[in-house]
């Protein structure tokens, strides 16, 4: 059962096949639940193997762009490429694609610039990893996939921190209603974060 906050809505997707909301997909799979499952098979193997070997990076918009792209390679051709149109899910409204590439510059430039990841006090890091989590949420460079993507680059700068998160502390439902309540507030993570730091 999808929810509304599960499902983006746009007119016919350029990614979807003609008539349909399923994604185009290298499986070749027309059925969106049938999809959904797979999707989530594929990347649960790709989740584990960043558990065990993260991707190194300078935490950049291309650092992001290899996350996406190694966790969704073999499901979307579209891993690792910023979106091209415009999405929404429930209520809220993404950054429109022509402004994806400054704003995502824009909040990495200020992990570096402010010297984030040098912070030492650990309330401080949580704000700062719930900060970046909710800019990256509202600009959504991604057509699929932007969650899972996120989290792990999340993942990745708290270990720069010594903190270890472990997201299966959390649950779907309260993940997305921190998602929703970070479009207004960017500190809206940090109890999802405390929950999940090890």
Not at 109 to 134: C, F, G, P, V, Y
Not at 154 to 179: F, P, Q, S
Request: aromatic share 10%; net charge negative.
């Amino acid at each position: 059962m999808f929810s509304k906050y599960d499902v983006y809505t746009t007119v016919q997707s350029m990614y979807c096949y003609p008539d349909t909301d399923v994604l185009i997909n290298k499986l070749n799979i027309h059925d969106k639940a049938e999809l959904k499952q797979a999707e989530e098979e594929f990347t649960a193997v790709k989740q584990m193997a960043l558990l065990q070997e993260p991707i190194k990076g300078r935490f950049t918009k291309t650092h992001l762009f290899r996350i996406h792209r190694f966790l969704f390679e073999d499901v979307y051709p579209f891993a690792g490429h910023i979106r091209k149109e415009q999405i929404s899910k429930g209520d809220t409204m993404f950054y429109p694609p022509d402004l994806i590439d400054r704003e995502l510059e824009r909040v990495f430039k200020t992990i570096h610039s402010k010297k984030l990841l040098a912070e030492q006090d650990k309330e401080k890091q949580i704000q700062n990893l719930s900060q970046t989590m909710a800019e990256l949420n509202i600009i959504h460079p991604f057509r699929e996939g932007n969650g899972r993507s996120t989290r792990e680059l999340i993942r990745c700068m708290a270990l720069e921190y010594g903190l270890h998160i472990n997201w299966g502390n959390t649950d779907r439902e309260t993940l997305i209603n921190a998602a929703i309540a970070a479009v207004d507030d960017d500190m809206a993570f940090c109890d999802v974060l405390r929950q999940c730091v090890e």
